[in-house]
């Protein structure tokens, strides 16, 4: 993997808003790996991210897939001057009113991840983060169970057993705040975890807290979601990921998923098939922040692929 | 195709079930070609399809993927004496508590298809019924707009113009009662139909009136689903067949499915996806009902495929 | 809907490319309305698709699903030059090593369906043509059969019977060249078309050919796909869409779509089942050629959604 | 859960058979909790798979699905004589010429997974084994690498480093036969094991070894699928579990499920996109063999879901 940095741009659809940034890049010497647009008519907006190289390759040994033997000689770039760069865009970005996050892969994102008792979604992320599908450091695991304890020990993460009584749920929340910030995290990942985060903690992490709802959004909000769906005689059901508000389930949808079933499957059947679909549907979620694919705005996002 | 009977029962749950069942039809001689049973054990419930052969051929022409040489000689039973096992069958359902449908494919289900300015599915049904895809006789299409005309025409099936005004809203539905008397209607397929049919109309074809929701029911019930779905964000749409109760959009999915969608697609996007999610929803729906593969029990569907 | 310019571009990668075209649509006064790049980083290779708007709308009827009352008032050019555009940019190729199309759509594309006996594919393009979805015109059906004729009347498109036999195949095939000349076809779909094209023939229309075959490519080449899948016991069908070569069944992939399908389907069933994923897959390839969506490199191609 | 038998069966199609099985069930007392049929018209086939109660449950607690409460009183039957019943069912199979199974959920099966480097099947599949979605033993992990080591140890299951090199792979091959003898294992899953079986081994475990194929077969057999699926320019990716025969990947397909990619997926994005198949497809194919879903025939699978 190389250096790379990206830039995230959303503001007032205008004439010309292509050609200023790119001329900008251009005019830094910047090679273009990916670049992406999109416009929303309706409402007037322009997004677009860019991605470049930024410097050489860190040296990993090159993977079973690899061998691009023929990529083009220059698209590893030795030394980009990133905070020029960043200096002279915001200046274009106040004049066309431009909201931006500019982010280099040196920067690894930070990742806690919170569960309760089912781990299926936890030791997804973990084994993905090992094999280095996710590029993030976690460094804490939290949980109000012990169940993940084991699991966290064998991928070498810190575990924190906060307990949360309705009683003291207040306290609980200020040390995973605490957790949080002497951690210096990034992004917190609820990877089925059973408590609601106060008003408070999510307006700490805006579009920063991903969670995981075990049904097809806005179908069957709330708890025992697939207790619900075979209630009301469903054909597919479907799990989907999304950033935190103040809202339960309610966030901006990041990704959905779903999958047949038929009159044969019981609670426990839609359970089980269920549990894939959150698999998936969370990692791709937390893969996606983490490559700085996606953009809120309103209550949705843009994900560019 | 040949010949057949399909026997539907539900009953409440008890041992010997399969056997007395297909015990009196060994009895009786049937060659069984499918049998399939379903068992709600949280209702102890007992659900039963069972189609054989009642008769030869009927000398159509075989088609491109026929010559199925090989078939076992006996397979093309010619006198499966009908009455007779519907006589001794009764005497074992009441014994057993069952209720049952005893059908033969010797009388074609005659439907009527009800449409309003959008084609896509009635276009559809009427090209897969030409096609021997859809079993059936169609007598007739109701509309309360002319759109649906010149298709009517085309396929040679008389065509009922029957506008809906709130005003008069009683008497266009005693007409069309009427006209599904006289056809002697044993299906109404609401092929995007978009007046909601009164309480009374709904009770006289219990579990035989089949509509197309344009949504991933119970998400965006109601007029306008692929606005709703748009403004909520969400990143799959769905179509959704059931049958027709009081309770708007309500009644025993029969069918989902869903389509993968991204922010680059705006409303009229999803519409034009979902079209071809409504006419495939749809078409799977009428044919499984035409099949008698369909149960219905509380507010559900036993489909079997 | 809108008058629109299309761009497509293809060259060798290097930097700047966005800047530079980009830049010049500014200079030109372009409002795009859409923008998409795609590197090939292994072949060193760079595509682009922009689209304009480049005069007021047609002034159809607004559709249902319209009313984009707040899209920014310029969106709606009435005087781009695009001639001017057309030559300023043919420098710019020249020096960049482009291969480009700029297309207009104040020229529909002129579109010549191929049909056999079987009659599922033309009847769903026939139809998506009727109500817009298909943006194109439609001047010739073309068939060794004549099950096609009446619904060739039924949309009011002239109909060719031209029956091919081995001894009169390159005749046949003569005429149907001279049919697509005198109608200035721009596009021949094989809808489910049963002969097999001639490489003078196939040379003639480069990237202008779309079949449906009926499996998902590579599986199954060659006659009776459902047959082979089958008999090998696959779990899904597929269907795929691609451009016609000189290679049966090999030119290059737009689309592809697979169902599930279980050991209760027979040969039969898998045929009734691909009918629906061929529908879908072809009408997807011809709209998205028709949109100018569609950029063949190799043996492949990038379609941008 | 509780203690079940089940029967699987298979033999020439012929009136009576589902009479004759459930008349003799129902004679020894069994409470049928699912039977299934299916018949192959073209090769007079008849296959059958019975579950029925055989002892109380196993009195572990509860899941949070559970919860059961209005099953019918005697479905957790005490004494069901399996011993009898097998000896009764013995004369009535010799009689219609079956092959049959009779297994009890008493023995739980033994298995044995073999994998290389890549360990993202093996993991998904401990995690599964240990919260009981998969209900089995497994005594032992075998390997030609070490990367798996600790992963065993971590769920405390013996590792067998047994490396295979070209020169002594027939020796490498009886020490691992020797272990499967000495843990009697019942089914070899091959996760993502990239050694090939000799015919001996493989005529050892008939229908007995699961391999997961990183391609929707029958496409792309052989080495580097992906790097094959990327050179045709597909649009979808698929993998396949199936039993191992001698031909390489061209064994009884048991599951198979795809992805969908774009232009815009290299050969390492279709990795990464397939390994999430990958899992998946073994995953069910293991668990349905496991709850004896699976009957083979020619080069077939019946599933039973």
Redesign the interface.
């Known amino acids: 993997m190389k250096s790379t940095a990206v830039l995230l741009i959303d503001c007032p659809?205008?004439?010309?808003l292509?050609?200023r940034v790119?001329?900008l890049?251009?005019e830094h010497?910047?090679?273009?790996?990916?670049?992406?647009?999109?416009?929303?008519?309706?409402?007037?907006l322009f997004f677009m991210r860019v991605e470049w190289g930024i410097g050489p390759a860190d040296g990993g040994a090159l993977?079973?897939?690899?061998g691009?033997g023929?990529?083009?000689a220059?698209?590893f770039d030795g030394n980009f001057d990133l905070d020029g760069f960043r200096a002279a865009f915001a200046v274009l970005a106040r004049e066309l009113n431009m909201r931006w996050q500019l982010t280099s892969s040196a920067r690894r994102p930070r990742v806690a991840i919170f569960c309760s008792q089912y781990?299926?979604c936890v030791?997804d992320l973990l084994?993905r983060s090992s094999?280095g599908?996710l590029d993030c450091e976690i460094p804490v695991i939290v949980s109000n169970h012990r169940e993940v304890e084991?699991l966290s020990g064998?991928y070498g993460i810190p575990f924190e057993y906060l307990p949360v009584t309705a009683a003291a749920k207040a306290e609980s929340e200020a040390r995973q705040m605490a957790l949080l910030e002497q951690n210096e995290i990034d992004l917190v990942v609820l990877a089925r975890y059973m408590q609601i985060l106060s008003p408070a903690f999510v307006a700490r992490y805006p579009a920063a807290i991903i969670n995981v709802h075990h049904s097809?959004?806005?179908?069957?909000t709330g708890a025992r979601p697939?207790?619900a769906a075979h209630a009301?005689?469903?054909?597919?059901i479907?799990a989907t990921s999304h950033y935190v508000t103040d809202l339960l389930d309610d966030g901006?949808?990041?990704?959905?998923?779903?999958a047949?079933i038929?009159?044969?499957d019981?609670?426990?059947d839609l359970?089980?098939r269920g549990?894939?679909l959150e698999r998936?549907v969370l990692?791709r979620a937390v893969r996606w922040h983490l490559d700085r694919r996606i953009l809120c705005y309103?209550?949705?996002?843009?994900?560019f692929?």
Chains 1, 2, 3, 4 share one sequence.
């Open positions: 659809d205008r004439r010309g292509v050609a790119s001329g890049l251009y010497g910047a090679n273009i790996l990916h670049a992406d647009q999109h416009q929303d008519h309706e409402l007037g993977d079973e897939v690899g691009r023929n990529r083009p220059d698209a781990l299926h030791a084994h094999t599908e084991s064998f097809f959004l806005p179908a069957f697939y207790h009301r005689g469903v054909k597919l479907g901006p949808i990041i990704e959905q998923d779903v047949r038929s009159h044969r019981q609670v426990e359970v089980a549990r894939d998936v990692a309103g209550n949705k996002t843009v994900v692929d």
